[in-house]
């Protein structure tokens, strides 16, 4: 056989196209290692472990006490945080105050380190005390350990001054020379009534407590009233009953004539007899509380003024008084326990005002409720959207409750309480086992206990809720709707 140098040429060809061929399938057999025939750095791989560590050790408001069982979290972004959305990572501090995070919890989407270097936002809380901070920059691709410390301030609303005129329909009579709560029992039963001024001044000392006193009542005027403003229902002219018509109607056996007429109060006269309206408008006084007798005619909770609405009756929109006056109606044959819940009402109608009524039956999903219907859901009505769940409860129903007053049940129910007292933080991520022993009875009484329990859990705190625009302090409504109103707009 002759070559030619054209088959040199041809063969010359047809060996780097086997060379070629050989290093691809070579290539493509052994796709994990570099041409080198080395492994790949996997440096550049999603998989990577970070030897980064966060180290956050969080203060009180002092900057001497560790804080255990703070709640900090994880953002990427400011934005992330402010809304709760989003979070990288939760923990609690330990018994030292501290919380450790790896580089890979932060990481926990295992993208390049490249794309995760940066600054991490933080939320640190439990429950009035809190922060918000940032972190330096974290490179997840040097740095082995950051160390931060965090100091805690108090996120309690400021204090309120709500000033009170207090009236005392608790005549002196003659010739006992004692005051009516002295001389009356109810009939078939044997405890004796309340000095209302005693109350008075436990009232005043519980709703700052249960407020976490960011509400200070201060009395300002004392009444002992002479002039009753009672009158009975079928009376067509409405005439006011006096100290003696009172005393002969209490004195009957079975009080039949205040139970079978029925009385009702003559809102408007009080109020301008004592001057009330003037002293609200002048701002000398913000409400107004009448201790009264049984069937003295009251409600447990009304309001004057100009745009007054219902605070567990119907409103009074007197054009005697522009700015808007509570009155509390409170009998002090009754205990601490029943004034509070008359104001526990007031509370729940105002935060109707502010939210809406509930409105559960036509609800089908968590996210339809608003947040007060939330915090009102106790387990029959929070069934239907997490079975065997609470929230907290309304006056009448504990979070375990069966039926009304159900305040001593001792059935035990997971219960997402300890949610409220971090508002607006409400992350739904811890129910606990609550019963009648998480509000007790002091002085004998699971009502008392409820009642305490219920009003303490009612938000008190700084700003305004990122998703629903009302303030994060409910007193503020209660104590003095408009004002909070013209805040919540402010702000």
């Known amino acids: 056989m002759y070559i030619t140098n054209k088959s040199i040429g041809s063969l010359f060809n047809y060996f780097l196209i086997g060379v070629f061929l050989s290093s691809c399938l070579f290539s493509c057999g052994n796709s994990s290692n570099t041409p080198s025939g080395q492994p790949k750095d996997d440096s550049s791989e999603t998989d990577r472990v970070s030897e980064l560590e966060l180290n956050v050790t969080v203060f009180d408001t002092t900057g001497k006490g560790k804080v255990e069982g703070a709640t900090i979290e994880v953002y990427s972004s400011a934005e992330d945080r402010n809304i709760g959305k989003n979070i990288i990572s939760s923990k609690k501090t330990d018994a030292k105050g501290i919380v450790r995070f790896t580089g890979n919890e932060l990481n926990k989407n295992n993208q390049v380190f490249e794309k995760i270097n940066g600054v991490y936002y933080l939320n640190i809380f439990k429950h009035n005390l809190r922060q918000q901070a940032e972190t330096e920059f974290l490179d997840f691709t040097k740095e082995k350990k950051v160390d931060q410390s965090i100091y805690l301030e108090n996120a309690n609303a400021e204090t309120i001054t709500v000033k009170v005129a207090v009236v005392y329909e608790n005549p002196v009579l003659l010739p006992q020379n004692k005051r009516l709560h002295e001389l009356f029992i109810t009939p078939g039963y044997s405890f004796k009534w309340n000095d209302p001024a005693e109350l008075s001044k436990n009232y005043e000392k519980a709703l700052e407590e249960v407020s976490g006193y960011t509400v200070d009542y201060q009395i300002v005027k004392e009444i002992d009233a002479e002039r009753l403003f009672t009158y009975l229902k079928n009376d067509p002219r409405k005439r006011l009953l006096s100290v003696e018509e009172v005393v002969k109607y209490l004195g009957e056996e079975n009080w039949d004539t205040f139970k079978k007429t029925g009385t009702s109060y003559d809102y408007n006269a009080m109020v301008t007899h004592y001057g009330f309206d003037k002293m609200r408008d002048k701002g000398e006084i913000h409400e107004v509380w009448v201790w009264t007798f049984p069937y003295g005619g009251m409600w447990e909770s009304h309001m004057m003024g100009k745009d007054a609405f219902w605070i567990n009756s119907p409103p009074n929109e007197n054009p005697s008084c522009t700015e808007l006056l509570s009155i509390m109606g409170l009998n002090y044959e009754r205990d ?72 001593g049940n001792e059935t035990h129910i997971l219960s997402y309480v300890d949610d409220w007292l971090n508002y607006p933080y409400l992350r739904g991520n811890e129910a606990r086992s609550v019963n009648r022993t998480e509000w007790g009875n002091p002085q004998g009484s699971w009502q008392l206990g409820w009642m305490k329990y219920y009003l303490s859990h009612m938000p008190r705190y700084k700003g305004i809720h990122p998703n629903d625009g009302k303030l994060n302090n409910w007193w503020h409504y209660v104590v003095d709707y408009n004002d909070a109103i013209k805040q919540q707009t402010l702000d």
């Open 336 to 407: 601490l326990a029943c004034a509070l819940e008359s104001y526990g009402h007031r509370f729940e109608s105002t935060m109707m005002q502010v939210y809406g009524w509930w409105d559960y039956d036509n609800k089908t999903s968590l996210s339809q409720l608003s947040t007060w219907e939330k915090y009102s859901a106790y387990g029959l009505r929070y069934e239907k959207f997490e079975k065997g769940k609470a929230q907290v409860g309304n006056v009448h129903f504990p979070p375990n409750g069966q039926q009304d007053y159900d305040f």
